[in-house]
Every structure is written in C-alpha cells, then in structure tokens.
C-alpha cells in the first residue's frame, strides 16, 4: 500500500458515474493517488445488491471498500429520474457530512458540472474545504445529442448544462478541463482558475499492437449520431472498393441500426460488434491498423489514448479534447468535424502507406508515455489540488 504522511490532504471525491472501479489496484488511480493524498470516495454503481459488490471486490467490500489511503463509499444503483437524484443527493450530502465530522475534508473533488457539482457546493458551503469541478465533455457541444435535428427537450437541457455550469465554475476554487479551449465559448468563465491535463488511463497495462494481416479500421463508442458513427460508415463504404481486404468494426450499442437499410446492415465488411469488458476491448484496439473517434461532441477520448498506448495510429475530428490529444500528422489525423469526406481521405492516406502506421503509431506510443501517462496524471492532480488548497491559479 502506498503510503502517505498524515499531513497530507484530504479529499472528498464525489463520482458521476454508475460504471464500477478496477479491480487490479495498480489501475486505480485512487491507488496511485495515495502517495500524495488521501480521502474518500462517494461511488454510484450499478450493482442492485451489495453481494454483487463482495463478489467483484472481495468479502467485506460493501458498504465500503479500501484502496490504498481512500475508501469507496458505495450507492446501490440509483433509479434513473428525479427520484434518483433526490436518493444521490441524500446520500452524497448525509455521508460527506458524516465523513467530515470523523476526519475534516480539505479539498471536494466533483466529476462533472451536472449533479456532483451542485452537490460539491453544497459541502463546500457546509464544511469550509475547497472546491474543484472537473469538467468531463465539451459543454458548448452538449446540444447534439443523437439526432441531427436537436428537439426542444434537447435546447432546454443546453440551458440548464450551461446554468449548471455557471453555477459551478464560479462556485469551484479550482477547476479541471481536459483542453485548454474548453470554456472559451463562456465569456465568463475564461478566467477561471483551471488546471488542463488529461484524464486518467492506465496506459501501462495496454498491450502494443499486434494488428497483421488484413487492415482494420475500428471504431469503439456510442451514441451512433454524437460519436458521429454514420460520417466513418460513409467513408468505409466511398473508399470499400478500392481496398478489398479492409474492415470497419464498431464497437458498442447501437439501437438505431434497425433504422438502417440493409445496404449498411449486409455489409460482409462492416462488423457490428456487442459491448464488452474493458480488457477485451483493449485486445481489439491492438489487433487493429487505425483506431478512429469521429465526434460530433468529446469531452477527450479516453479511447485515444488507449488506441496510441496500443501503438496504433488515430484519426479524429477537430472537436473538443480531440485536437489537444492527436498531433495531426504524427500520431495520426485530423478532420473537421462532419466531414465525411475528409475522413475518407485521412484513412486513404493510412490505407495506402503501412509504414505510414508504423510511423504515426510508434509516435503515439512515445507521446502516451511521456505525456499521458499514469505518473503524469498523478502529479498533475495532486498539483490541482494543492493549486485549489492555496488559492493559486
């Protein structure tokens, strides 16, 4: 267990997301995060029983489970709705407090501007610690959703991301961007304290590519309209002809195939492929020649990294966190953003040159561990969070 001086800070950690942790410690960051820090975790998961939980983590996992100085604090699949945020918000509010009380808190970390955030100012307000906000997609693109045409839902939700937003920001001591133009679109919010750095992927445990043999394009994510699926699908079926040994796989949930006719669906050469555990996924990314994130809408990528981890090259589009990422031209390619055929033409370009993907993937792989990697998420958050203690900027 890493260990940490008791004088070290301690945080409050309030997560957004139901996706369970890891359970290999050294691809936890928290684990990583306890040489400098320690704290607390509030954890929505998706399990409905806390026996799923022992089952995963182990026996004596639930209510609550040690990873090195923090401690998950588990809420039991929270219902989708209001009634889920009023259970979320009692539970993060009556625990922080609680866990405070024990052993004060000097710092709140949120994931997200939506619930969490709101949240965090509550017990920021309550206990006196300071505030980060990390901000985890591009929030002036949170109108698209999946549908070309956004609906009136669609634009009030807009408002109340951005109220949220405000809210905030302007609340946070500190905030967390994965891009340096993140909150440009907020005439406000520019002058915000912020600390732009990646989020965390084990890149350590990727296996490098071993993609032979007949090239691969993949594709791993969903919504289909917001990843900007249908843009890659065009492309593959423009350029399908002049390259009869190349495959597309897409990898994720795809309700809206039914939509589709079957010229796309009968495709032999585009494979639809089913979620998967997350080690699995990794296998395919190294199996594949190009690793593609056409985005409408991307807060980063996380999958970026782990494709250039792999070694594989990386076509993405100029949203977001995706240009702060891929270096166009070295660790792969740039389009703008619902450019089908610009796509086209960056994949032409990988398709034709296999030394061309040598290249450009050896070159993610060097960037991935000099810039992205775990050590430097490390320093970079606990950077964030003594900026936050001292009111530096």
């Known amino acids: ?31 990583l995060l306890s040489r400098h820090l320690q704290g607390d975790i509030l954890q929505p998961i998706w399990f409905v029983e806390g026996s799923q939980v022992e089952e995963r983590f ?15 604090h588990w809420l039991l699949n929270p219902p989708k709705g209001a009634s889920g945020w009023l259970r979320r918000i009692r539970f993060t509010l009556s625990t922080a407090l609680k866990l405070h ?60 991301s951005n109220m949220c937003l405000h809210l905030a920001v302007l609340a946070a001591d500190q905030t967390h961007v994965l891009a340096p133009n993140t909150l440009d679109a907020y005439p406000r919010l520019r002058t ?12 350590a445990s990727i296996r490098r590519t071993r993609g032979k043999g007949d090239p691969v394009i993949l594709m791993v994510g969903a919504p289909w309209y917001l990843k900007g699926i249908d843009l890659l699908v065009k492309a593959f079926m423009n350029l399908q002809a002049d390259y009869p ?36 996924t990794l296998e395919l990314i190294s199996q594949a020649s190009i690793f593609v994130l056409p985005s409408r809408c991307e807060g980063m990528g996380r999958v970026l990294l782990e494709a250039m981890g792999a070694g594989v090259p990386v076509v993405g589009s100029r949203v977001g966190g995706i240009p702060h990422v891929i270096r166009d031209g070295e660790t792969g390619y740039l389009f703008p953003s619902d450019d089908a055929a610009a796509l086209e033409d960056r994949l032409r370009r990988l398709l034709d040159d296999p030394s061309l993907r040598a290249r450009m993937g050896e070159a993610g792989f060097q960037l991935v561990q000099r810039e992205f990697s775990e050590e430097a998420y490390v320093a970079h958050f606990t950077g964030m969070v003594n900026a936050a203690m001292k009111g530096a900027q």
């Open 1 to 31: 267990m890493p260990h940490v001086s008791p004088e070290s800070p301690r945080i409050l950690y309030i997560h957004g997301t139901r996706v369970p942790p890891p359970t290999d410690p050294s691809q936890d960051r928290f684990y």
């Open 192 to 203: 915000a304290p912020q600390s732009v750095f990646h989020d965390f992927v084990p890149v």
């Open 245 to 280: 040994s190349a495959k597309l796989q897409l990898l994720g949930h795809y309700p809206e195939l039914e939509k589709f006719d079957d010229t796309f669906r009968g495709n032999p050469r585009i494979e639809v492929l089913k979620g998967r555990p997350h080690p699995e």
């Open 101 to 160: 009380n024990q052993h004060p808190f000097d710092c709140v970390v949120v994931y997200s501007h939506f619930l969490p955030a709101l949240c965090g100012i509550a017990v920021k307000w309550f206990t006196g610690a300071k505030l980060i906000v990390e901000i985890a997609t591009s929030p002036s693109l949170l109108h698209l959703t999946n549908r070309p045409v956004p609906t009136f839902k669609d634009k009030l939700m807009h408002r109340f």
């Open 58 to 72: 182990g026996p004596g996992s639930f209510p609550q489970h040690s990873v090195g100085n923090f401690t998950y």
